[in-house]
Structure formats: structure tokens, C-alpha cells
């Protein structure tokens, strides 16, 4: 007898998921589908048996605006995120922007780019750089106010915040989801933004760097550098060396600074030459612009 069809429920409550989800843990969430497809060249696609929609959970869907954060929901297509204008960071809507084309843009999410298991995609090195946060959720059961049926059934979800720059999809405990992300709206002067993508079939040489800076009356107040790829690199020295100085920078200022930078680079594999190359020299152009 052939295997039953793939499951997707429609689930519209937290509590009709999460019960679903404990009768059936082998049960994966699906969202875009994006990353269940990747690397599929087979006309067919292949799917996990058994699958938890999570397109009928409303919450999932809301953009939030406040005058200090930006939140998005999970679900939300990367399309949706673009199409805010400048509601959205400049260096988040330029990483989205460089994601494939529209039609995968259209059917991305923003939670399932965070998710991916096999690399850190384009949204990552933005959202750390932002110091984005991320809500988690889970299913807690509740001890029974009265000794009813349902009351022995009953369950509602619990949430927890983790920082952008600590999660990676390991952070994940079984049947917990990245519901929610926070993004502050602090503003920033000047952002650069560059997609390293030398092979299709090996994330080793694949990624995106960030660049943020701000000042105030010629003073460097902030500089973020952050890298995401098979790894995340982000050195906290580097803001410590430069922040607080007067503009333009000094060459020494700037020469401790990539020297720092080279350090930090040198955690990278000798098979990642190519995106320490690539990295350095991005690194080195940016700065040195800042010298007078």
C-alpha cells in the first residue's frame, strides 16, 4: 500500500498547532517552502511526511510599527518586507532585495530565511547588525483549573526572546518556532552592503557583509561589521577601536582597526580562501574611505 500523502493541516490557533504538533513530533512546519525545494532537481519534489501549515496562523502575518521597533511576523514574504520602503532599515531592504528574483522573493519568508539549517542567509548579517531580536515559541501545558475533559487536553503557548547575533537554528528546542522579529529603528547615516555567491552547490564561498555606521557632529559614534555565511563573523573590537573617533579617521586608527579585522578572519578554514580574500578587501576599501 502506498504512504499517505503529506500532511498539512490547516491550523488556525496556537493551541489546534501545538496540540497537532505533540500527537505528531516527527511533524515539520512549513511555511514558503523555499528550503525544502533548494536543492531538489527532481520534477517531483520531495516533502517530509508529514507537515504543519503554518500559512492560517493570523499573528504570523502582522507588520507592527512602532516609533522604536519594526516587528514582522514570521510569515511575512520577503516581498511584503521590500514593498515597506523605507519603514524598513535601508541595509535590511537592500539584503532582501538581493535574493533571487520576485518570484522566490514572493514566496520567502522572513522566519524561513532566518531558519535555514544548512547557512546563514541574506537576512542574517542585517539582522544581527541591527540587533534584531527573535520570538520563540512553545507549546507549555497548564495544570486543569477543574477536572473537566477538555481541561485535561488543554495547552497554551509560552514565548522567550533570543538576540539575532546568539541564534542560529540549533536554538530551536523540539516543537518551538521563530514567531516573531523585532528590529530597532534607530537611525544610521551611511550603510554598504555586499553578496559573496561563488558556487551554487557549496555555501563554503557564499554570503553577505554589512557595514553600518553612525556619527554625530564629525564624531564616529557606531560602526557594525558583521558577516554571515557558513559562519558568523562579527568583531566587537573593531567598534571599540573606532567608535568615539573624530572624522575622517586617522590611518592608524584605521590600520588597527583591519589588522583587528584580519585577526578575526583568520578563524576561517584554509578551503574558505576565496571569502577571507573577498572579505579583507571589502573591509580595507570601506575603511580607508573614511581616512581624510
Not at 48 to 66: A, F, M, N, Q, Y
Not at 107 to 120: F, V
Request: glycine share 4%.
Amino acid at each position: 500500500m502506498d504512504a499517505p500523502f503529506n500532511q498539512v493541516p490547516p491550523l488556525t490557533t496556537w493551541e489546534g498547532l501545538f496540540n497537532f504538533w505533540n500527537s505528531n513530533p516527527d511533524a515539520v512546519p512549513f511555511a514558503g517552502g523555499i528550503q525544502f525545494l533548494r536543492f531538489q532537481g527532481k520534477r517531483a519534489p520531495v516533502l517530509p511526511h508529514k507537515l504543519i501549515s503554518l500559512e492560517d496562523i493570523e499573528e504570523l502575518h502582522r507588520i507592527t510599527r512602532t516609533e522604536q521597533y519594526l516587528e514582522l511576523g514570521a510569515m511575512v514574504r520577503l516581498s511584503e518586507i521590500i514593498n515597506l520602503g523605507t519603514t524598513v532599515p535601508e541595509i535590511l531592504r537592500k539584503c532582501l532585495e538581493g535574493i533571487a528574483g520576485p518570484q522566490i522573493r514572493n514566496s520567502t519568508t522572513i522566519g524561513g530565511n532566518i531558519c535555514a539549517t544548512s547557512h546563514h542567509m541574506d537576512s542574517c548579517a542585517a539582522l544581527i547588525a541591527l540587533d534584531a531580536r527573535y520570538e520563540l515559541r512553545s507549546m507549555a501545558s497548564t495544570p486543569p483549573t477543574s477536572f473537566t475533559l477538555s481541561s485535561l487536553f488543554s495547552t497554551q503557548s509560552s514565548t522567550r526572546w533570543i538576540a539575532a547575533s546568539r541564534f542560529t537554528s540549533a536554538s530551536l528546542a523540539p516543537r518551538e518556532l521563530l514567531t516573531r522579529i523585532r528590529i530597532p529603528l534607530e537611525p544610521w547615516n551611511y550603510s554598504l552592503y555586499r553578496k559573496f555567491h561563488r558556487s551554487e552547490l557549496d555555501n563554503t564561498d557564499t554570503g553577505v557583509i554589512v557595514l553600518l555606521l553612525r556619527n554625530q557632529k564629525e564624531i564616529l559614534t557606531d560602526i557594525r561589521i558583521v558577516f554571515a555565511g557558513s559562519t558568523v563573523l562579527e568583531d566587537k573590537r573593531i567598534e571599540s577601536l573606532l567608535s568615539g573617533k573624530h572624522l575622517p579617521l586617522s590611518r592608524k586608527d584605521v590600520h588597527a582597526a583591519i589588522v583587528q579585522w584580519e585577526t578575526c578572519l583568520a578563524t576561517l578554514s584554509p578551503e574558505q580562501s576565496f571569502i577571507r580574500t573577498e572579505l579583507s578587501n571589502f573591509v580595507t576599501t570601506s575603511l580607508l574611505g573614511l581616512v581624510d
